[in-house]
């Protein structure tokens, strides 16, 4: 029947600032989701596997210099190349768990000083997420992290953290408020300094009730309306 054919997988989407635990919790999801037997598939942005992809990870790497406005398109671009992809899944069913998104893009490039609204503009007409799900760890704890898996890490592959660009406090201090100005009604708020468990345990109960919702046929919307 047609209420059937209106049931979709949801758009979630992890954000927060560097090293607040999405990536952990994001596997965490998928696993609690496929156990439930959910087709459900991992996502993350930037999407280092595509051209666009590439220029982003160089710069990332310090091993470029971009333009501040050009490196936001290119994230932007990063975006669009998937987003038929994205619409495409979401439609036959699957469930995407998305490791940033739009909002990393605005809050990042607006905390280097761009106009949030400028920001906001290459991602209109992107796929809105059902459910964004804020990892909340205050800037300075980050920092703590970020020094503590930068001595752990300084010999390892990933090249230790402090290779990366934007490390540093005044920086992650400038994206949390950035994200402050995101949020909205599709948005809720985890604690992340609460313990692994407990936070795996709200956003379980956050994502169950989200992928309810878009089986039941809530229709798609779009960025930034
Ligand atoms: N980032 C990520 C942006 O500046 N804009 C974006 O649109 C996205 C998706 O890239 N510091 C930044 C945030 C991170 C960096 O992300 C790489 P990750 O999750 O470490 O791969």
Redesign the pocket.
Known sequence: NNHKSDSRGALIVLEGL?RSG?TLQSRKMISYLEGLSYSVESW???NRNTGVGQMISTY?ANKSELDDHAIHLL??ANRWEKRSLMENKLRSGTTLIV????F??VA??SAKGLNIEWCKAPEMGLLAPDLVLYLDIPPEVICSIIKFVVEVKKAAERGGYGG???GQLEFQRKVALSYQILHDASWKTIDACLPIEYVEKQLQEAVLDCVTTCQKGKPLSQLWS
């Open positions: 560097d999405k993350r942005f930037p990332l994230f932007s490791d940033r998104y739009s990393s893009g990042f490039s990366e660009r934007y």
